[in-house]
């Protein structure tokens, strides 16, 4: 079964980019090659951390979202961890998280639609200054 | 009185449970902030949860700013009968300051 996970790891800041980036690729291909498929890969950049880790006060912030089941989560966690250029990582399952966003924004959206039946304007004008 | 240390003795102190966290429910109960240092006699005034007014869904561990409003200065996540937030918001919120301090974006405890 394919969720969606998002993993976020920090990499050691005193790395050349193509390391960096040779290092993400080979991530990607491992996470690939157990079955996952990769949505997007986006690099926070350099980021001063809140605590020292392993001895750096700065890091290379990654988020990387996936589709995979278990066991490539697992796999790639694995791979994480031998990596000695990634300092830290944490993975998170959205799919359930998105599922319940997802509800609670049909049922605004439905929400809103009711109303202007009777008021369409008064509806409409009083929805953006809430908001804003 | 029987309840202030009944609340005392618990495991987790600093929050009061849900029942006596709906303020304006039970009037006759005198001090209106529970566990506070004062022990004022009035109620507080009814404090609104931001994430309810704001229709803020989505309280992800990235946010940083949105979460650094809800940690003291030490780095300890600020109880809720201070920030107003109602409980399922709040259960989220600490459950996205705990990931967040766990990937270096928030401390465990500053200075």
């Known amino acids: 079964m394919q969720r969606t996970y998002e993993v976020m790891f920090i990499v050691r800041p005193d790395l050349q980019e193509e390391e960096t980036d040779k290092l993400l ?3 990607q291909t491992h996470a690939t ?16 951390l809140a605590y020292d880790v ?7 912030y990654v988020l990387l979202t996936l ?7 697992h796999e790639l ?9 990634i300092l830290k990582f944490i993975t998170v399952r ?25 008021a369409t304007p008064a509806a409409e004008a009083e929805n953006p200054p809430v908001t804003a | 009185m029987a ?6 003795s618990t495991p987790s102190g600093p929050r009061p449970p849900a029942r006596s966290g709906d303020r304006g429910d039970r009037p006759d109960r005198g001090p209106g902030g529970r566990g506070d240092a004062g ?51 709040q259960r989220r919120l600490s459950a996205a300051i705990k990931r967040a301090r766990n990937i270096a974006l928030l401390p465990f405890a500053a200075r």
């Open chain 1, 33 to 48: 090659n157990a079955g996952a498929q990769v949505q997007s890969l986006d690099k926070w950049g350099k980021r001063r």
């Open chain 1, 25 to 27: 690729a080979t991530l």
């Open chain 2, 39 to 89: 022990g004022r006699k009035f109620f507080r005034r009814k404090k609104v949860c931001k994430f309810c007014v704001e229709k803020i869904d989505d309280i992800n561990y990235k946010d940083v700013r949105l979460l650094q409003g809800f940690v003291a200065e030490r780095g300890k996540i600020v109880p809720r009968r201070l920030t107003g937030v109602c409980t399922p918001h």
């Open chain 2, 3 to 8: 309840d202030e240390t009944n609340q005392g």
């Open chain 1, 77 to 85: 966690e694995r791979r994480m961890r031998v990596a000695e250029q």
């Open chain 1, 54 to 60: 392993k001895k750096f006060q700065e890091g290379l």
């Open chain 1, 67 to 73: 589709q995979a089941d278990g066991k490539a989560i």
């Open chain 1, 94 to 118: 959205m799919d359930e998280e998105q599922q319940r966003l997802e509800k609670i924004r049909k049922i605004r959206a439905s929400r809103v639609k009711r109303p202007p039946v009777e």
